[in-house]
Nanobody, 123 residues
Framework: QVQLVESGGGLVQAGGSLKLSCAAS????????MGWFRQAPGKEREFVAGIAWSGRSTYYADSVKGRFTISRDNAKNTVYLQMNSLKPEDTAVYYCAATSWGTSSRPMNYDYWGQGTQVTVSS
């Protein structure tokens, strides 16, 4: 069992930056690949970024590539999402998730989810 708690969301102007954190409970955190997803009002949940259990492999949605960076610290049971050059279209609730399937961009492959943190980017 893994419990995930996101933090770091908030209101920021376009062009600004935010860093999200996701703290995980449980001693098996390092065995899970992790992902960040987001969901805007009226839209489906979409993949943002993923990272392998080792941290050596990362992958991104095209919409955030070059602006967002995912990382993890297995000693702290935490995964991060550094978001730079934010745009109004990045506004959404951001969720972190854990998967035992290996790296995946499909929400259905994730076993555990956090409660989400709101990110709002004003123009």
């Amino acid at each position: 069992q893994v419990q995930l708690v996101e933090s770091g969301g908030g209101l920021v102007q376009a062009g600004g930056s935010l860093k999200l954190s996701c703290a995980a409970s449980g001693r098996t955190f390092s065995s899970y690949a992790m992902g960040w997803f987001r969901q805007a009002p009226g839209k489906e949940r979409e993949f943002v970024a993923g990272i392998a259990w080792s941290g050596r492999s990362t992958y991104y949605a095209d919409s955030v590539k070059g602006r967002f960076t995912i990382s993890r610290d297995n000693a702290k049971n935490t995964v991060y999402l550094q978001m730079n050059s934010l745009k109004p279209e990045d506004t959404a609730v951001y969720y972190c998730a854990a998967t035992s399937w290996g790296t995946s961009s499909r929400p259905m492959n994730y076993d555990y989810w956090g409660q989400g943190t709101q990110v709002t980017v004003s123009s």
